[in-house]
């Protein structure tokens, strides 16, 4: 199976507001939420971090920082950049999952930066038993590559590396060859009812067109203000994880074995 909606949108995103995530960072210092103000302690509760394409685990390093204070148990997703095929991450991302959740002896919530998000709803698929709920930030998940034209020659030379043999890259078979298929079908259907889905998107994003991001198997859809790369500085963005991890313990609570939530797709605005 080819990457969903390869190339379909075909537009380009305004890459000079990539520039604000300088500002976005400072604004962030000043808001309440950086301090956790009106937050509910986390207790404990698990959360796996995984960055977007290029990135590594320290581009998170602020968020883990913020949900450590706020009580919860953040946990890195071992990438040093995130530029691997999606069939050998995926293992060694399930490992990770497993050892949090043996760890804390609870399900764990997701959160995925960009190409973070695809990972955490297909790691989702593969382990829904370890899962509270995935939230994913500007996650262009309807089509992978309706990005900036500078990002997409970034992909590109990628996979051609990664082709010719250069360790530890994808390589362009990945989206449409067979190494990758059954990803592409598990990011394809929508998660099992009772993993909500939180898919946070912006219309100023300057790398990836935000309709990408809109996911129709999505729980809810959330609507932020903030370039593509501020979203880990965001605090819009680090509004919209609050409310979504503490949406997830709320659902968990709520949660009987022997009965399934219903899905309710909503759209809104962040404030």
């Known amino acids: 199976m080819r990457a969903p909606g390869l190339n379909s949108l ?68 071992g990438i040093v950049s995130n530029v691997n095929c999606a069939a050998a991450l995926m293992p060694r991302l399930e490992e990770r999952l497993e050892g949090l959740v043996a760890l804390q002896g609870r399900p764990a919530a997701i959160v995925g930066q960009s190409r973070g998000g695809t990972l955490a709803k297909v790691l989702a698929h593969r ?22 034209p500078v990002v997409r020659l970034q992909v ?42 939180v898919s946070v998107y912006s219309k100023s994003d300057g790398i990836v067109d935000w309709r990408s991001c809109l996911d129709p198997d999505a729980t809810e859809l959330i609507e932020i203000g903030a370039s593509h790369c501020g979203m880990a500085v965001s605090r819009s963005a680090w509004r919209a994880v609050a409310e979504g991890l503490e949406s997830f313990h709320a659902a968990e609570s709520r949660r009987r074995p022997s009965t399934r939530r219903a899905k309710v797709h909503r759209l809104r605005r962040a404030a």
């Open 127 to 148: 382990r829904p038993e370890l899962v509270s709920g995935v939230i994913a930030l500007g996650s262009p998940r309807n089509d992978p590559l309706a990005v900036h």
């Open 10 to 77: 075909g537009t380009r995103p305004p890459l000079w507001r990539e520039a604000r995530i300088g500002l976005e960072a400072a604004a962030l210092l000043r808001d309440p939420i950086f301090r956790g103000d009106g937050m509910a302690d986390g207790r404990g509760r698990p959360v796996l971090l995984i960055p977007g394409f290029l990135a590594g685990d320290g581009s998170l390093t602020p968020m883990a920082r913020w949900l450590k204070r706020a009580g919860y148990r953040p946990s890195r997703a």
């Open 156 to 197: 590109e030379a990628v996979g051609r590396l990664g082709s010719l043999g250069a360790p530890g890259l994808f390589k362009r078979s990945c989206l449409d060859g067979d190494c990758c298929a059954s990803f592409w079908e598990a990011l394809a259907r929508p998660l099992p009812d009772d993993v909500p889905l």
